[in-house]
């Protein structure tokens, strides 16, 4: 194993990229900023100068360096290459082979964001120790990713780990951004935590210091719950339900060791982890039942952990 490898996530604002060592840990960081103009033409190119340019800074020859990982905001098939992700403008794109080109041929992998990050967390993160992993992404929407014997399950199209769009409820009116209705993500991310809380605080009533909050988030239903509020309570209890039975539907498939919850969302501790875990428990196939549940500790880091461990073998 060569010393050093390259960790890049590709978001649709920056390129998020890290310098490894091949021990899993991190040397550097830093960001570029994605160009998206001219169907994302220019990212590879820029991220290869960007990677040329600390390996001369730091004085890294290409001998030296096991690779590069790439994570893609959308997905990725089997081997790299993305048919089209809408968030970089890119259609047709083999990631590996045209950074490969760009890199002097130093090996380059590429996977979906989410799974990467996932993988992150299993390899130096919240799931560390555990070879079969599933991580819930609560953010402005709900991302997953699946690890099963320390490899990612992609699927046959990319999709695999799409955690977000499990219909949780066949009778919603509204529509989910993915355009099917009732989708978990409409329930569980902090959107969809907002929207619980309107939708209570709509109805009648007690007085509830969410009436008075500047802002209905998933952060002020939080806060007003820790500090025993009863509608608070009411709302995190129904999100709670939502998530936990969800994911005793995923352990009937995939039974991890552990669920890692990340995202904005996750910042609400562990009374979020009781609370999901109650009603996991109550759901659960018996054999699932003891899953472990964790909160990610990478944060923004993980994807690039996880590309560093895509070129290292899952």
Request: proline residues 2%; charged residues 25%.
């Amino acid at each position: 194993m060569k010393k050093y490898g390259f960790g890049v996530d590709i978001g649709g604002t920056t390129c998020k990229i890290g310098l490894f060592e091949t021990t899993g840990q991190i040397i550097d960081k830093w960001e570029i900023p994605t160009n998206t103009a001219e169907e994302g033409k220019n990212i590879l190119s820029d991220v290869a100068a960007s990677l040329k340019a600390k390996m001369t800074e730091e004085g890294i020859k290409k001998d030296e360096v096991e690779g590069i990982g790439v994570g893609i905001p959308g997905p990725v098939r089997g081997g790299g290459s993305v048919s089209v992700c809408v968030n970089l403008g890119w259609k047709n794109v083999h990631v590996p082979k045209e950074l490969e080109e760009m890199m002097d041929g130093i090996m380059v992998r590429a996977g979906n964001d989410a799974n990467v990050a996932a993988l992150g967390e299993m390899w130096q993160g919240g799931g560390k120790g555990y070879e079969n992993v599933v991580m819930v992404t609560l953010g402005t929407g709900v991302g997953g990713g699946i690890i099963v014997g320390e490899k990612i399950v992609a699927g046959s199209n990319g999709a695999g780990g799409e955690i977000g769009h499990l219909t949780v409820n066949p009778h919603d009116t509204i529509a989910c951004n993915c355009g099917r209705k009732g989708c978990l993500e409409q329930y569980a991310s902090a959107t969809g935590i907002t929207r619980l809380a309107k939708e209570r605080l709509a109805k009648e009533h007690e007085t509830s210091s969410l009436d008075t909050a500047e802002e209905i988030s998933a952060k002020a239903v939080f806060d007003a719950y820790k500090e025993g509020d009863k509608i608070a309570a009411e709302i995190v209890e129904k999100f709670a339900g939502i998530l936990g039975k969800a994911l005793s539907n995923i352990a009937c498939v995939v039974d991890p060791e552990i669920f890692v919850i990340g995202g904005g969302v996750s910042k609400a501790g562990d009374v979020l982890i009781d609370a999901v875990k109650k009603y996991y428990v109550e759901a659960a196939f018996p054999s699932c039942k003891d899953t472990r549940f964790a909160l990610a500790s990478l944060g923004n880091d993980a994807g690039m952990y996880g590309c560093v461990k895509l070129i290292l073998g899952e």
